[in-house]
């Protein structure tokens, strides 16, 4: 078998995991199918880039596994003219994924390294409407706020306020929520013009939501 028949069936298999686990959205699965997995995933693990599975990166994060991309990218119910927030930027790939959805993604991480290095993706694949920074996710961006969708990438004890003040009206933020790392839920909180309407979505695991700048 040659090395393109390998990469087609390597992904039929990819798309074929994400609809088995829910992810149905035609402009989702788009995004998802464009976007090369394999080049957010380094050294040991480079192998398995293309499993259903969470895998380690720098600074004692990890890269979600591509259905809990999918799904949690399908309930933000992003369109092509809003503009998200992304706190964790992380391997880069659910930014990556998100700027084929919308107008433009700010994405922030703690992490210098992995803003650093998830940018390098970002302009080798020219993906120019992500802004990645360095900055405390937990307070968002309060200069560029209000947001039409926020995505949270890491697990807070409650939805956190300060990110839920900088969503619009009609605006969606997706986060996992808990108090352990043994359970957590995925959460989608809508904002109305009475406050908030929240619905639980599946149980998910994430590294938990730090306040402050990272060492690295």
């Keep these: 078998m040659s090395d393109e028949d390998d990469d087609a069936e390597r992904k039929m298999r990819f798309v074929f995991q994400l609809r088995s686990r829910g992810v149905t959205d035609p402009r989702v699965m788009a995004a998802m199918e464009g976007i090369d997995r394999g080049l957010f995933v380094r050294g040991q693990f480079a192998d398995r880039a ?3 599975t969470p895998l380690p990166i720098p600074c004692g994060q990890t890269i979600s596994q591509p259905s809990v991309v999918g799904l949690m990218t399908q309930a933000l119910d992003v369109g092509p003219r809003d503009t998200v927030l992304e706190v964790g930027t992380g391997s880069g790939y659910q930014a990556a994924v998100l700027s084929g959805l919308c107008r433009r993604v700010y994405t922030v991480d703690r992490h210098r390294r992995l ?3 998830a940018e390098a993706i970002f302009r080798e694949l020219g993906l120019y409407n992500i802004i990645a920074q360095v900055a405390d ?3 968002g961006l309060p200069d560029q706020a209000p947001f ?3 995505l ?3 697990a807070a004890e409650d939805p ?3 990110l839920l003040a900088q969503l619009k009206i009609g605006g969606i933020m997706v986060v996992p929520v808990g108090q352990s790392d043994a359970v957590q839920t995925l959460i989608r909180v809508t904002r109305t013009q009475e406050g908030f309407d929240y619905d639980e979505l599946r149980q998910v695991r994430f590294v938990p939501l730090v306040e402050g700048l990272g060492q690295t």
């Design 115 to 117: 803003v650093h290095e």
């Design 137 to 139: 996710g937990s307070r």
């Design 50 to 52: 293309y499993e259903d």
């Design 160 to 162: 956190p306020g300060l």
């Design 148 to 150: 039409d969708r926020i």
């Design 152 to 154: 949270v990438t890491a």
